[in-house]
């Protein structure tokens, strides 16, 4: 009895032993341009940064939303405004904009494939198949 106690007592010791224990540590979640994403950062391609969405100064509230919550779009513009860099909570990484030429100067219309930005009056609407989902 005391032997397989004592071969019971090794093996389990053993186990323990032969565990790697592999934890990451707090702080070195960067991504694959060095913004840590546990304190909130993501980059941007316009600012070539990392940036805080939630400090960013367009929001645009989810439309018809089902769910028990809503979710922000955050949008950024380049400096000459031919950009816009949208930031939507069921992608990974951003989406470019490009501003499309109007006859119309007060009418600001973004694309990129099935994404459309219509800016009029300080009024954003964010388009996907010409459905509207964030404004």
């Known amino acids: 009895m ?26 070195s979640d960067k991504d694959n341009y060095g913004c840590k994403e546990s304190a909130g950062y993501v980059f941007s391609k316009i600012k070539n940064n990392c940036i805080k969405l939630f400090e960013e100064k367009i929001q645009l509230k989810e439309r018809d939303s089902h769910k028990s919550y809503t979710s922000n779009a955050t949008i950024i513009f380049s400096k000459d405004n031919k950009k816009a860099e949208l930031f939507l909570p069921s992608l990974k990484e951003s989406i470019i904009l490009n501003l499309n030429p109007s006859k119309n100067k007060k009418i600001l ?27």
């Open 2 to 27: 005391k032997t397989l106690f004592s071969i019971m007592a090794m093996i389990i010791a053993s186990s323990f032993f032969s565990q790697q224990i592999t934890q990451k540590a707090i702080g």
């Open 109 to 135: 219309v973004y694309k990129n494939g099935k994404y459309t930005l219509t800016k009029q009056n300080n009024v954003y609407i964010l388009k996907e198949l010409n459905k509207i989902i964030f404004n």
